[in-house]
């Protein structure tokens, strides 16, 4: 169906990671790796040139030529005898299903040993394009045709759970007349159908990007997740694009209609076969070893599902804190084959920083649920962790996040992605127990407006504040403006003046710039985008301004008595700046501003000074993230800093620091609402230094 070509997206996605829910993923099995090896060049090559007429064949003893697979024609009924006689050699027993007098089906069954009665079914349809007398169609569809024969080959004698149908469809061109036939029949008979592969076209990749499309419905969503899993882990140079797609564009969707999961797998649309459906659509523009590559994974993905080789993990991630104790970690493993048991009970690998894993085996196991007691760590220290486990008969093993190797014991190949946690230091602490509402720091009723603030040390310790960075400020609001702040900076600096009385213009460090609202009333905050080292010592001054051309009502904070504290004023500038060019202090401003701060010490990099010891690049917490997370960084020396954010393939999705900056502790917040799924690399440099490290965006 020329349908089929035309698709509407609806979510383009790779393998997810969940945390906190129960997530099933198929195992790597080395048997099912093995069996990959024997798809070849050479055996599909040739199943590719005997359908699409590119050489010879043998059907009924003789030689034949197919020349053509539309529906009407008698070498199409021809080519429904040699995949009949395919199967025959393979040691199956076929059957044709009879639809009409052009409809033909060619069927064959492997019998499950544990459900019998229960199968998949993996299918492509034969039949091709165009009308005329000579229609070769070697990429639509004689290989997906050969896909499905080539895994009926080499699946002969390899025993599965799950029964397994090998099924060639006829007419899907004209309207899934064969598929639709089957899928009815199947129905009426109540029979158990656990999933379907569709494999239509799944030979051409005109660029050599590797990429290919794995498109199902909502119902089957879960099924298409757990074929690209074993894509990434059986043939991981196969680039994966989920779409979700409910158009009747190909013989999956015959499965939708009897409520059956099923999806198909299909080149690239965006790089789709210019010989579509015309007598050029011949067996030398195929690309032979991404041939191989959907092949293989089609093998790997329904010996996989047949026989079983699933579990199911169900695990919250550590959160980031300030504890520097040991951390517990539970999960949850379920499978049907049975969870390894002794030596090879499950593990949890972890490691520090950058550093190697060391393995811990469970202080706690009660049938599936396991815990294990993460050694604890100092603050600054990024743990990374995953889990993984095998079956009782070591057949496969899976880890958590998915994509890990090796047996006896489970998981010492570790996966691409990590559970991650910082051992931070955050404190929080509140500063004023007054509640008399004032107009500063957000003074929205004139255009522009600047407050300066001084906070004493003594009433800093009081209230729990701690040396360290500040990476949060926040004001307790009791009238909220929806009023916009345009040109909003904060300002701080460490100082030993003990009151002031005018506005201090020198030694400021700017830690947010850019735009801001009050969001609502009660306690709302600032999340800086340049940490402010307070030393512990001195008082500390903040100034908030910002430069409007329109103005409303203003938004009212508590605050508490204080002379000496505050200078404020406000004005209506035509042009320039408020932050600059409003210099006279207003009167009668002695109640100081109720003032929260959230801080974070990282261990070892500050020494009672601003300046850190040596560069450095944090790893991103949290991580894995959805879809916002922070990078931290330290400067040994004043220079130009530069951070930027690329994608898998080296693509700038965003450059987040591009500036001078003095040397100091610093972070940045990223935010991916706009990127898909995926791992993403973030580096920085600043002069001889230079740094990369992964993060991984899950949605």
Known sequence: ????????????????????????????????????????????????????????????????????????????????????????????????????????????????????????????????????????????????????????????????????????????????????????????????????????????????????EVVSNTASSGLADEYIAVMNTYVPTLIPIKKVNTTANSDHASFWTRNYKAFMCIEDNTDFTPYYHTVNDKYSTLNLPYFVKTTKTALAGITAFAANYRMSFTHTQIASSNNTGPRSASVVIKSAKGIGKLTNLPRLYYKINSGSFSSLTPNYSNLDTFKYSIPGQPHGSTVSYYFAAQDSMANFVCTYPAGGRGMNPPGTTPPAQFFSYL??????????????????????????????????????????????????IAFDVTTASAQVMNGFKVKMQNTSSASISTFTDNGWTTVFDGTYSIAGTGLQTITLTTPFYWDGANNLLIEICF????????????????????????????????????TTPGTGNTTLPNICFTMMVTGGEISGTNVPKKYQLSQNYPNPFNPSTKISYSLLKKGLVSVRVFDILGKEVAQLVNEVKEAGNYMVDFNGSDLTTGVYYYRIESGEFVDVKKMMLIK
């Open 1 to 212: 169906m020329k349908a089929k070509k035309i698709f509407t997206v609806f979510a383009i996605v790779s393998i997810l990671l969940t945390s906190g829910l129960s997530h099933s993923q198929i195992g790597f099995s080395p048997k099912i790796d093995s069996l990959t090896n024997f798809v070849t060049t050479s055996s599909i090559g040739l199943l590719d040139r005997r359908l699409s007429g590119d050489t010879t064949c043998i059907i009924g003893g003789s030689l034949y030529t197919i020349v053509s697979r539309h529906y009407n024609s008698a070498s199409n009924i021809k080519a429904a005898q040699y995949i009949y006689e395919l199967f025959q050699s393979y040691g199956y027993t076929p059957r044709y299903q009879n639809n009409s007098a052009t409809n033909i089906n060619v069927l064959a069954k492997k019998t499950g040993t544990k459900y019998p009665n229960q199968y998949y079914v993996i299918c492509a349809h034969y039949d091709d394009m165009p009308s005329g007398a000579l229609a070769p169609g070697a990429d639509d569809n004689a290989s997906g045709t050969v896909g499905v024969l080539e895994v009926a080959r080499i699946l002969a004698t390899f025993n599965t759970d799950y029964s397994i149908v090998f099924a060639a469809f006829d007419e899907e061109e004209r309207g899934l007349y064969g598929s639709k036939a089957f899928i009815d029949t199947a129905y009426f008979k109540g029979d158990s159908i656990v999933g379907g592969v569709n494999l239509d076209m799944i030979s051409y990749d005109g660029n050599n990007d590797g990429k290919c």
């Open 423 to 472: 051992v931070d230091n955050i404190s929080n602490a509140c500063i004023g127990a007054g509640a008399t509402p004032v107009d500063y720091p957000f003074y929205t009723y004139y255009d522009d407006a600047r407050t300066d603030m001084l906070y004493l040390s003594s009433d800093l310790l009081a209230g729990g504040l701690t040396t360290g960075s500040i990476t949060k």
């Open 547 to 582: 430069n409007n051309t329109s103005w409303t009502a203003s938004s009212s904070v508590k605050s508490t008595t204080m002379a000496g504290r505050v200078v404020h004023n406000h004005e209506d500038l035509a042009t320039g700046d408020g932050c600059v060019l409003i």
